[in-house]
């Protein structure tokens, strides 16, 4: 047997599982602040599930009713790369079916976007989002009401 080996992947398991623990309240607080922020600097910002138990690395939101293509784009000119749908199914542009099951309209669920994070992203990079999608989205929330007449 590698005695080695197995006692050296013992101690890295000890390792890992303490800073699985710190990574997670890291991203905690980092999905906490990526929220606040969001919900602050923009009208109409509605981020999914916000009260329940959820993934500390991942934040859906929806932008008024922008459809999340054009979302996406406009982050992207801005230096910000997010996601639209589930995880597990990113391509395509059908409505998440996890929104759906929870009871979002297909036309709501349309606008749905994803950010994530990971133990590497900071507090900075949050705030350069935040800033990045108020810049990107704010003229366009502005003439929201006008644009679902």
């Given amino acids: 047997e590698n005695t080695a080996g197995i006692a050296g992947f013992a101690a890295a398991a000890e390792e890992g599982s303490q800073a699985i ?6 991203m905690r607080r980092l999905q906490a602040r990526l929220e606040a922020g969001l919900m602050a ?29 054009e979302v996406l784009a406009k982050l992207e000119r801005h230096g910000v790369i997010a ?9 395509g542009t059908e409505p998440s079916h ?3 099951a929870m009871g979002e309209p297909a ?10 994070t990971d133990r590497f992203t900071t507090h900075h ?4 989002a ?5 810049l990107a989205l704010a003229p366009l929330l502005s003439r929201e009401p006008e644009r679902t007449r």
């Fill in 41 to 69: 600097a923009l009208p109409g910002v509605h981020v999914y599930s916000r009260a329940e138990e959820r993934l500390p690395n991942t934040t859906c939101a929806r932008f008024g009713t922008l459809d999340a293509e």
């Fill in 98 to 100: 996890v929104l759906l």
């Fill in 107 to 116: 036309r709501l669920a349309k606008c749905a976007v994803r950010f994530s």
């Fill in 21 to 26: 623990a710190e990574d997670i309240a890291h």
């Fill in 125 to 128: 990079d949050i705030d350069v």
């Fill in 83 to 91: 996601s639209s749908g589930a995880a597990c199914s990113a391509a």
């Fill in 130 to 134: 935040i800033a990045a999608a108020t």
